[in-house]
């Protein structure tokens, strides 16, 4: 379970790194320019990786929800009954 959590933060820090090195490049901003970048684009830059982490997180916790929520499903599901078990239970009655 920690695997797979240290796996999706990777994951998405991964999506982040590219999906900011895409913006940059749209932009035209080289290596050279990056350090230019005024305090105001900086914190710009910064509020939009920290916005798409928290929904990142968001999806990754909503899924996990529904994966537990069929995990759930599954064990209450009720077992289907063979014919043998049917006879005997009627027998019973």
Request: charged letters at 40%; aromatic letters at 2%; hydrophobic letters at 30%.
């Amino acid at each position: 379970m920690a695997n797979e959590k240290l796996n999706l933060q990777e994951i998405s820090s991964t999506m982040m790194q590219l999906f900011v090195q895409d913006v940059l490049s749209k932009n035209n901003i080289s290596n050279e320019n990056k350090k230019t970048l005024s305090d105001e684009q900086k914190a710009q830059l910064k509020k939009v990786v920290e916005d798409l982490q928290a929904q990142v997180d968001e999806f990754v916790k909503g899924s996990k929800e529904k994966k537990e929520e069929n995990t759930v499903e599954k064990v209450e599901a009720p077992k289907n009954m063979t014919l043998r078990e049917m006879l005997k239970s009627r027998k019973d009655k």
